[in-house]
Structure formats: structure tokens, C-alpha cells
């Protein structure tokens, strides 16, 4: 006799919104297994093991983000695949782009594969790693691209680890390209940007820290442009912080070239001054710049012209605890991903629909992956937001190991209350 092994759950009640489909609507939403099945009224044979109040709350997409480190394999004191992946779907997002600067580097099939199988154990989100452009990162030669893509690296990245040269990027892209591999580029020229660590301008300059210019991205920016259009890579620009850069990448569209871009959500809420008073948790990198590149970062976001990643880097705490140019950079940004979301959204900065779309549908578009939306047939991969107020983020209860968020003890008005993978409840508030 052969047993049955479904399982249906109904989410009752809640405001569907998916910026992709123009939906918008207060109705129920029926999963069987891993998929949605209808939206609306129940299939006719269907019964509900599970069922889901989501009245008062908001019914969106899994969430996708483009670029988070999540530590593991070899930076145990930092965080680990569990620990970050359980920080992300307390977020809603339920698939990641993990970056290769892992202990091994993601430069060989064997470690991708490593990754896959730890994220797949844990069981939180799907987690898509990013392989190494290069080996080690050390931007020489070109690494076994067709290898990594077999073992399920998703794009290739050298992050802001410097190139040799332009001829060794020619030949990454020329190999790419040939393979139909994508590629995620940092832009940074590593000579305009050595020893920096806050945006060139007054406040590092008051503060006497070496700063890294706009130049120092638009330069390297122009290169990659350039190579892209010449070898005909499908080519990635990962975390943007300059308004001059956004120019650029408008041009680059107009003359027909299909790049596309994100930026790091705390380019979003922070700039350069926010480091008066040496405040470790504002060293990130790249860097947080002026407030009128934050505003155009912010307005071409709601251009739907950029999707928005975490960048999130997860530190021990002594990794933060010293003068400012000597720690460790980046933020833990997981744990309070949509809440930092939401408030740019309830502050006006940004637009429901294109914050929305800038962690859903733009990102799925970016991957080429069939996620990202509440599509009948499509996962059940979503997340159940509500908005009580009266929030805060506590170190003691983030998930992620990394404590070096800048939001701790900041009130939120919105959450997470409950994220599903593939049908599954992975979170509960």
C-alpha cells in the first residue's frame, strides 16, 4: 500500500502582493507540497493539513538575496551556513548567493559541492554559491569555470580582490561567455582604493582616514563595461555605490549592453558621516558614501533600476574592536534584513511595489531562476509580514553569529512572522 505523503496548507486571509504579476490582493493561498496551487478558492479535492492566519499581514515572494558571506567553510568564530541561513529566513529570504572568500576559496567543484550539502542539511534556504573568478582570488588566471558552474555555482565573482590586469579579465570574460556563464563584478581600482576605508571626501579628511574616491569604482567600472561589450559576457555589477556610476551603467543600457546591477542595503541607510565618532560597525566595504549618492541609489531603486542584497559579513566581536582603519569591515545585516526594508518603505525612501520587486522579482531575473513570485505551479518559497511596530533587534537573539549590526536596539514596524521554503515552515515568530 503505498502511503501519502502530501501535504497541504492553507495561508488564510493575508494581502498577496507580488509587484511581477501586479497582484495586490487580500485572498487565501493554497500549497501542496512544494507548490502553490491556487490562489483564491481551493482546488476542489483539496485538504488542508495546515492552515496559516495571515490576517492583517502582508503575503510576499521569498526573498533573494545576491551577496552574502556566510562564513563557512573556515571561518567558524564568524558564523557558519546554520547559523546565517537561520538568520535569513527570520528575514523571509529564502534563497542566497553566498560569495567564494570562503577557507578554501569556492575555486574548486569540491567546495561548491561542500557548501550545497551543508546548506541542503540545514535545511533553512537555498543557498547558490558563487565561484571564484580566479583561484584563491588572487585574479592570475582563469579558474575551472565550467567546473564550478557543473557543481552549481550559479555566476562567477572575484568580489573587489584586485585583477593582474586587463588582459587576465579579457580572458575570464572571453571563457564565460563561451560557456554562457554569468559573472558578478565588483568594480574597484585597487590603486586609487589601497589602505582606504571611508568614501574620499570632508568627513575622512576631518577624521584624518585614508578614503577611497567615486574614481577609484567609475574608473574600474568603465573597464568592465568595456570588456563586457567587447566579449560579450552577461555581466553583473555587485554592490554600486556611486551616483556617477548609476550614469554610467544608464549609458552602457542605451548603447544596448545587458548589464544588470544591485546595491548593499546599507548604502541605502548609511553615508561617510555616519563614521564621526570612529563607529567601526559605518567601516563596510565598498564603502557608504555622500548623501546625494544615496539618494540616487535610492531613486534608481525605485526606477527598478538596481535589486538590493545584504552584503551581509558576519564578525566575532573583537574583529570590531579597534581604531576604525584597523577592523575588520562589513555588518551583519541578515536578522533585520526586511525590517531595514520596511522602514526605508514606511519612510518614503522607497516604494512598496519597488522594494518588493528589487528583492524578488529583479534578483530572479538576475539569476535566470523561476523564483520570486506567487505564481500557481511556482515553489512555495514566501514569507508572512506584519506590521505591529515596537520591534528591536537584540544582539542576544539574533541568529546570526555575527553581532556587528547597526541596528541593534533600533525600533522596527515591521517583521517576519513566518517564512516557508519549498511548502515547509522554515520560521515562526
Not at 79 to 104: K, M, Y
Not at 217 to 223: G, M, N, V
Amino acid at each position: 500500500m503505498k502511503l501519502n505523503t502530501q501535504h497541504r496548507t492553507c495561508i488564510r486571509g493575508g494581502r498577496l502582493f507580488d509587484p511581477s504579476q501586479s497582484l495586490d490582493d487580500i485572498q487565501d493561498l493554497f500549497i501542496e507540497n512544494d507548490r502553490i496551487v491556487a490562489i483564491g478558492n481551493a482546488p476542489s479535492d483539496f485538504v488542508v493539513d495546515q492552515t496559516i492566519d495571515a490576517a492583517g499581514q502582508m503575503v510576499v515572494p521569498g526573498f533573494i538575496d545576491l551577496c552574502a558571506f556566510l562564513a563557512e567553510p573556515g571561518y567558524g568564530q564568524k558564523g557558519n551556513i546554520t547559523s546565517e541561513t537561520a538568520a535569513a529566513v527570520r528575514a523571509g529570504i529564502t534563497t542566497l548567493c553566498c560569495t567564494p572568500n570562503t577557507r578554501p576559496v569556492v575555486d574548486s567543484p569540491a567546495v561548491a559541492a561542500l557548501i550545497r550539502d551543508k546548506a541542503q542539511s540545514a535545511g533553512y534556504a537555498n543557498v547558490l554559491p558563487l565561484g571564484a573568478l580566479t583561484p584563491n582570488l588572487k585574479g592570475e588566471q582563469i579558474a575551472n569555470l565550467f567546473g564550478l558552474k557543473e557543481a552549481g555555482c550559479v555566476a562567477m565573482t572575484n568580489l573587489d580582490f584586485p585583477m593582474k590586469d586587463s588582459r587576465v579579465i579579457r580572458q575570464c570574460y572571453l571563457y564565460a561567455a563561451s560557456y554562457n556563464i554569468p559573472v558578478f563584478a565588483t568594480p574597484l581600482d585597487s590603486a586609487l582604493a589601497d589602505g582606504g576605508c571611508l568614501h574620499e571626501g570632508f568627513t575622512s579628511s576631518r577624521l584624518g582616514l585614508a578614503g577611497i574616491s567615486e574614481t577609484a569604482e567609475t574608473l574600474a567600472l568603465a573597464q568592465h563595461l568595456l570588456l563586457a561589450e567587447q566579449t560579450g559576457v552577461r555581466l553583473h555589477i555587485s554592490r554600486i555605490t556611486a551616483a556617477r556610476s548609476l550614469e554610467m551603467l544608464r549609458d552602457a543600457r542605451k548603447r544596448g549592453l545587458d548589464v544588470t546591477a544591485d546595491v548593499a542595503i546599507g548604502n541605502l541607510c548609511f553615508i561617510d558621516e555616519d563614521a564621526v565618532g570612529y563607529d567601526s560597525l559605518i567601516h563596510v566595504n565598498p564603502v557608504y558614501r555622500s548623501e546625494s549618492d544615496r539618494q540616487a541609489l535610492l531613486s534608481a531603486v525605485n526606477k527598478n533600476e538596481l535589486a538590493i542584497c545584504s552584503n551581509h559579513r558576519p564578525h566575532e566581536m573583537a574583529a570590531k574592536m579597534a581604531p576604525f582603519a584597523a577592523t575588520e569591515s562589513g555588518i551583519s545585516v541578515l536578522d533585520s534584513f526586511t525590517a531595514v526594508l520596511f522602514d526605508l518603505v514606511e519612510n518614503n525612501a522607497l516604494t512598496l511595489k519597488a522594494a518588493v520587486q528589487a528583492v524578488t522579482d529583479l534578483p530572479a531575473q538576475i539569476l535566470r531562476k523561476p523564483l520570486g513570485q506567487l505564481n500557481i505551479g511556482g515553489p512555495a518559497d514566501l514569507a508572512i509580514i506584519q506590521n505591529r511596530g515596537g520591534y528591536s533587534l537584540g544582539a542576544e537573539t539574533m541568529a546570526s553569529m555575527g553581532k556587528n549590526s547597526p541596528w541593534t536596539s533600533h525600533q522596527f514596524s515591521h517583521r517576519v512572522s513566518h517564512t516557508l521554503l519549498g511548502g515547509r515552515l522554515v520560521y515562526q515568530a
